[in-house]
Protein backbone atom coordinates (compact mmCIF):
# COMPACT_ATOMS: atom_id res chain seq x y z
CA UNK A 1 0.00 0.00 0.00
CA UNK A 2 1.30 3.16 -1.02
CA UNK A 3 -0.52 6.96 -0.62
CA UNK A 4 -0.52 8.92 -3.25
CA UNK A 5 1.43 12.10 -2.10
CA UNK A 6 3.99 9.51 -1.50
CA UNK A 7 3.90 8.51 -4.53
CA UNK A 8 4.25 11.88 -5.81
CA UNK A 9 7.50 12.46 -3.84
CA UNK A 10 9.35 9.49 -5.09
CA UNK A 11 8.81 10.33 -8.56
CA UNK A 12 9.06 14.15 -8.42
CA UNK A 13 5.53 14.11 -10.15
CA UNK A 14 3.32 17.37 -11.23
CA UNK A 15 -0.46 16.78 -10.12
CA UNK A 16 -2.46 17.63 -13.12
CA UNK A 17 -5.55 16.50 -11.74
CA UNK A 18 -6.96 15.23 -7.82
CA UNK A 19 -4.56 17.35 -5.81
CA UNK A 20 -7.17 17.12 -3.39
CA UNK A 21 -7.01 13.10 -3.64
CA UNK A 22 -3.82 12.80 -2.69
CA UNK A 23 -4.51 11.04 0.37
CA UNK A 24 -5.80 7.90 -1.13
CA UNK A 25 -3.80 4.82 -1.16
CA UNK A 26 -3.48 2.48 -3.65
CA UNK A 27 -2.54 -1.64 -3.47
CA UNK A 28 -0.48 -1.95 -6.37
CA UNK A 29 1.21 -0.31 -9.24
CA UNK A 30 1.47 -1.85 -13.37
CA UNK A 31 3.15 -0.24 -15.39
CA UNK A 32 1.74 -0.77 -19.55
CA UNK A 33 1.54 1.48 -22.46
CA UNK A 34 -0.84 -1.31 -23.93
CA UNK A 35 -4.12 -0.62 -22.33
CA UNK A 36 -5.18 -4.34 -23.51
CA UNK A 37 -2.68 -5.73 -21.10
CA UNK A 38 -3.90 -2.98 -18.34
CA UNK A 39 -7.16 -4.57 -18.87
CA UNK A 40 -6.12 -8.52 -18.72
CA UNK A 41 -3.84 -7.94 -15.53
CA UNK A 42 -4.37 -4.67 -13.62
CA UNK A 43 -5.64 -5.32 -10.12
CA UNK A 44 -8.24 -3.34 -8.51
CA UNK A 45 -7.63 -0.15 -6.92
CA UNK A 46 -3.81 0.33 -8.52
CA UNK A 47 -1.83 2.71 -10.00
CA UNK A 48 -1.16 2.94 -13.34
CA UNK A 49 2.37 4.14 -14.83
CA UNK A 50 2.12 4.49 -18.79
CA UNK A 51 2.81 6.13 -21.63
CA UNK A 52 -0.21 6.58 -23.63
CA UNK A 53 -1.77 10.12 -22.85
CA UNK A 54 -4.84 9.43 -25.47
CA UNK A 55 -8.24 9.47 -23.48
CA UNK A 56 -8.13 5.71 -23.46
CA UNK A 57 -5.85 5.32 -20.66
CA UNK A 58 -8.20 7.43 -18.47
CA UNK A 59 -11.40 4.95 -20.19
CA UNK A 60 -9.03 1.42 -19.53
CA UNK A 61 -8.32 2.89 -16.17
CA UNK A 62 -11.96 3.65 -14.48
CA UNK A 63 -13.27 0.41 -15.76
CA UNK A 64 -10.30 -1.56 -14.22
CA UNK A 65 -11.00 0.74 -11.01
CA UNK A 66 -7.19 2.97 -11.24
CA UNK A 67 -6.96 5.22 -8.07
CA UNK A 68 -4.84 7.00 -10.27
CA UNK A 69 -2.38 7.07 -13.10
CA UNK A 70 1.21 8.43 -13.39
CA UNK A 71 1.84 9.31 -17.28
CA UNK A 72 5.96 8.58 -17.79
CA UNK A 73 8.83 10.16 -19.48
CA UNK A 74 7.31 13.43 -18.80
CA UNK A 75 4.05 13.02 -20.92
CA UNK A 76 1.53 15.23 -20.49
CA UNK A 77 -1.89 13.45 -21.20
CA UNK A 78 -4.68 14.97 -23.86
CA UNK A 79 -7.06 17.62 -22.46
CA UNK A 80 -9.80 14.97 -23.20
CA UNK A 81 -8.12 12.93 -20.98
CA UNK A 82 -7.50 15.27 -18.14
CA UNK A 83 -11.40 16.24 -17.94
CA UNK A 84 -12.51 12.74 -17.99
CA UNK A 85 -10.07 11.48 -15.39
CA UNK A 86 -11.70 14.72 -13.37
CA UNK A 87 -15.38 13.34 -13.99
CA UNK A 88 -14.32 9.55 -12.87
CA UNK A 89 -12.66 10.98 -9.96
CA UNK A 90 -9.40 9.67 -10.71
CA UNK A 91 -5.96 11.15 -9.95
CA UNK A 92 -3.95 12.55 -12.49
CA UNK A 93 0.90 12.62 -12.07
CA UNK A 94 3.08 13.09 -14.41
CA UNK A 95 6.80 12.01 -13.80
CA UNK A 96 9.77 13.16 -16.24
CA UNK A 97 10.83 9.38 -15.44
CA UNK A 98 11.18 6.98 -17.92
CA UNK A 99 8.58 3.94 -17.02
CA UNK A 100 11.43 1.23 -16.02
CA UNK A 101 12.62 4.02 -13.33
CA UNK A 102 9.81 5.11 -12.31
CA UNK A 103 8.23 1.68 -11.75
CA UNK A 104 11.55 0.56 -10.04
CA UNK A 105 11.41 3.81 -7.27
CA UNK A 106 8.00 2.60 -6.50
CA UNK A 107 8.70 -1.13 -6.10
CA UNK A 108 12.28 -0.77 -4.06
CA UNK A 109 9.82 1.47 -1.45
CA UNK A 110 7.57 -1.41 -1.23
CA UNK A 111 4.56 -0.78 -3.66
CA UNK A 112 3.73 -4.18 -4.82
CA UNK A 113 3.06 -5.71 -8.45
CA UNK A 114 0.48 -7.59 -9.39
CA UNK A 115 1.46 -10.77 -9.49
CA UNK A 116 2.31 -10.31 -5.66
CA UNK A 117 -1.46 -10.15 -5.08
CA UNK A 118 -2.34 -13.79 -4.14
CA UNK A 119 -6.03 -13.90 -4.55
CA UNK A 120 -7.06 -15.81 -7.42
CA UNK A 121 -4.48 -12.99 -9.20
CA UNK A 122 -4.92 -14.68 -12.59
CA UNK A 123 -9.02 -15.38 -12.50
CA UNK A 124 -11.28 -12.49 -11.78
CA UNK A 125 -13.89 -14.73 -10.97
CA UNK A 126 -12.11 -16.17 -7.86
CA UNK A 127 -11.07 -12.34 -7.04
CA UNK A 128 -14.95 -11.72 -6.89
CA UNK A 129 -15.79 -15.00 -4.58
CA UNK A 130 -13.01 -13.27 -2.06
CA UNK A 131 -13.58 -9.75 -1.85
CA UNK A 132 -17.61 -10.74 -1.44
CA UNK A 133 -16.28 -12.22 1.71
CA UNK B 1 -47.22 -26.46 -5.23
CA UNK B 2 -47.27 -24.14 -8.15
CA UNK B 3 -44.23 -23.87 -10.28
CA UNK B 4 -43.09 -20.15 -10.16
CA UNK B 5 -42.89 -18.78 -13.73
CA UNK B 6 -39.38 -17.39 -14.90
CA UNK B 7 -39.82 -13.80 -15.96
CA UNK B 8 -39.13 -13.86 -19.31
CA UNK B 9 -38.34 -10.07 -20.05
CA UNK B 10 -35.11 -8.90 -18.16
CA UNK B 11 -36.05 -6.59 -15.22
CA UNK B 12 -33.67 -3.91 -16.65
CA UNK B 13 -32.93 -3.11 -20.43
CA UNK B 14 -30.52 -0.74 -22.03
CA UNK B 15 -29.38 -0.16 -25.51
CA UNK B 16 -26.31 2.09 -26.63
CA UNK B 17 -25.14 2.52 -30.30
CA UNK B 18 -21.19 2.60 -30.75
CA UNK B 19 -19.48 3.49 -33.99
CA UNK B 20 -16.81 2.34 -35.81
CA UNK B 21 -13.51 4.83 -35.49
CA UNK B 22 -15.38 6.83 -32.60
CA UNK B 23 -12.33 7.21 -30.80
CA UNK B 24 -13.57 10.28 -28.65
CA UNK B 25 -17.04 8.45 -27.70
CA UNK B 26 -15.55 5.24 -27.12
CA UNK B 27 -15.80 3.43 -23.79
CA UNK B 28 -19.12 5.64 -23.17
CA UNK B 29 -21.35 2.41 -23.67
CA UNK B 30 -19.80 1.07 -21.40
CA UNK B 31 -19.13 3.89 -18.92
CA UNK B 32 -22.90 3.57 -18.96
CA UNK B 33 -23.41 0.14 -18.27
CA UNK B 34 -21.23 0.45 -15.53
CA UNK B 35 -23.15 3.34 -14.13
CA UNK B 36 -26.81 1.34 -13.75
CA UNK B 37 -24.78 -1.51 -12.11
CA UNK B 38 -23.52 0.75 -9.24
CA UNK B 39 -26.91 2.63 -8.86
CA UNK B 40 -28.50 -0.36 -8.36
CA UNK B 41 -26.14 -2.10 -5.61
CA UNK B 42 -24.58 -4.77 -7.97
CA UNK B 43 -21.16 -5.90 -5.92
CA UNK B 44 -18.03 -3.91 -7.21
CA UNK B 45 -16.59 -6.88 -7.95
CA UNK B 46 -19.13 -8.21 -10.68
CA UNK B 47 -19.35 -4.92 -11.18
CA UNK B 48 -15.66 -4.38 -12.36
CA UNK B 49 -15.88 -8.25 -14.29
CA UNK B 50 -18.89 -6.85 -16.86
CA UNK B 51 -16.79 -3.56 -17.26
CA UNK B 52 -14.25 -4.74 -18.49
CA UNK B 53 -15.84 -7.62 -20.88
CA UNK B 54 -18.43 -4.52 -22.30
CA UNK B 55 -15.20 -2.49 -22.64
CA UNK B 56 -13.29 -5.09 -24.54
CA UNK B 57 -16.49 -5.78 -26.58
CA UNK B 58 -17.01 -2.00 -26.81
CA UNK B 59 -13.10 -0.88 -28.24
CA UNK B 60 -13.50 -4.24 -30.75
CA UNK B 61 -16.57 -2.40 -32.52
CA UNK B 62 -14.78 0.84 -32.55
CA UNK B 63 -11.34 -0.55 -33.59
CA UNK B 64 -12.81 -3.04 -36.47
CA UNK B 65 -16.64 -2.68 -37.30
CA UNK B 66 -18.63 0.18 -38.74
CA UNK B 67 -21.41 0.23 -36.41
CA UNK B 68 -22.47 -2.10 -33.27
CA UNK B 69 -25.32 -2.09 -30.50
CA UNK B 70 -24.44 -3.00 -26.73
CA UNK B 71 -27.83 -4.25 -24.75
CA UNK B 72 -27.91 -4.73 -21.47
CA UNK B 73 -30.34 -6.78 -19.68
CA UNK B 74 -30.67 -7.47 -16.19
CA UNK B 75 -32.45 -10.07 -14.69
CA UNK B 76 -32.16 -11.69 -10.66
CA UNK B 77 -29.78 -14.05 -11.90
CA UNK B 78 -27.31 -12.16 -14.03
CA UNK B 79 -26.10 -9.45 -15.97
CA UNK B 80 -26.17 -10.26 -19.49
CA UNK B 81 -24.12 -7.57 -22.00
CA UNK B 82 -25.24 -8.78 -26.25
CA UNK B 83 -22.87 -6.69 -28.39
CA UNK B 84 -23.56 -6.96 -32.05
CA UNK B 85 -21.85 -5.58 -34.66
CA UNK B 86 -22.18 -4.52 -38.50
CA UNK B 87 -18.54 -5.60 -40.04
CA UNK B 88 -15.85 -7.74 -41.37
CA UNK B 89 -16.76 -10.58 -39.11
CA UNK B 90 -14.30 -13.10 -38.32
CA UNK B 91 -13.47 -16.09 -40.08
CA UNK B 92 -11.17 -18.30 -37.85
CA UNK B 93 -13.14 -17.81 -34.22
CA UNK B 94 -11.16 -20.08 -32.17
CA UNK B 95 -8.00 -18.45 -34.06
CA UNK B 96 -9.07 -15.32 -32.73
CA UNK B 97 -9.76 -16.36 -28.85
CA UNK B 98 -6.24 -17.47 -28.14
CA UNK B 99 -4.00 -15.00 -26.81
CA UNK B 100 -1.81 -12.54 -28.72
CA UNK B 101 -3.71 -13.34 -31.69
CA UNK B 102 -4.60 -9.84 -33.40
CA UNK B 103 -5.11 -8.29 -36.88
CA UNK B 104 -4.61 -4.70 -35.09
CA UNK B 105 -3.06 -2.33 -37.61
CA UNK B 106 -0.53 0.20 -36.30
CA UNK B 107 -2.64 2.57 -35.83
CA UNK B 108 -5.01 0.77 -33.69
CA UNK B 109 -1.50 -0.29 -31.29
CA UNK B 110 -0.57 3.59 -31.41
CA UNK B 111 -4.20 3.87 -29.62
CA UNK B 112 -3.13 1.04 -26.85
CA UNK B 113 -5.23 -1.83 -28.01
CA UNK B 114 -5.00 -4.97 -30.52
CA UNK B 115 -2.25 -6.68 -28.22
CA UNK B 116 -4.78 -9.74 -29.03
CA UNK B 117 -5.99 -10.28 -25.30
CA UNK B 118 -9.76 -8.85 -25.93
CA UNK B 119 -11.80 -11.59 -26.65
CA UNK B 120 -9.83 -14.34 -24.53
CA UNK B 121 -9.94 -11.21 -21.84
CA UNK B 122 -13.79 -11.16 -22.17
CA UNK B 123 -13.82 -14.87 -21.55
CA UNK B 124 -12.08 -14.62 -18.48
CA UNK B 125 -14.18 -12.60 -16.87
CA UNK B 126 -17.92 -14.56 -18.43
CA UNK B 127 -19.77 -16.74 -16.22
CA UNK B 128 -20.84 -17.94 -19.85
CA UNK B 129 -19.42 -16.32 -23.15
CA UNK B 130 -20.67 -16.71 -26.82
CA UNK B 131 -19.92 -15.67 -29.94
CA UNK B 132 -20.61 -16.00 -33.19
CA UNK B 133 -19.72 -14.22 -36.78
CA UNK B 134 -20.83 -14.30 -40.08
CA UNK B 135 -17.58 -13.60 -42.49
CA UNK B 136 -19.20 -10.02 -44.13
CA UNK B 137 -21.54 -9.35 -41.89
CA UNK B 138 -20.52 -8.89 -38.31
CA UNK B 139 -20.36 -10.79 -35.19
CA UNK B 140 -22.19 -10.98 -31.95
CA UNK B 141 -20.80 -11.54 -28.63
CA UNK B 142 -23.09 -12.55 -25.48
CA UNK B 143 -21.57 -12.04 -21.93
CA UNK B 144 -22.77 -13.47 -19.10
CA UNK B 145 -21.92 -12.75 -15.62
CA UNK B 146 -24.23 -14.47 -12.77
CA UNK B 147 -24.88 -12.59 -9.85
Request: net charge negative; with cysteine.
Amino acid sequence: MMKLDVVRDILNCRVIAGDDRLDLEVRVACGADLMSDVLAFIKPRALLLTGLTNVQSVRTADVAEVVAIVYVRGKMPEKEAVDLAKEKEIAVLSTDLPMYEACGRLYTHGLAGGSELHEGASDPKGASLLSAV
Amino acid sequence: MKARAIPREPLFFQRSEIFGGDFVNAGKASSAVKAVLKEIGINPAVIRRVAIAAYEAEMNVVLYARKGIMDLRITPQHVRITVKDEGFGIPDIELAMQEGYSTASDEIREMGFGAGMGLPNIKKNADEFIITSVVGRGTTLEITVRL
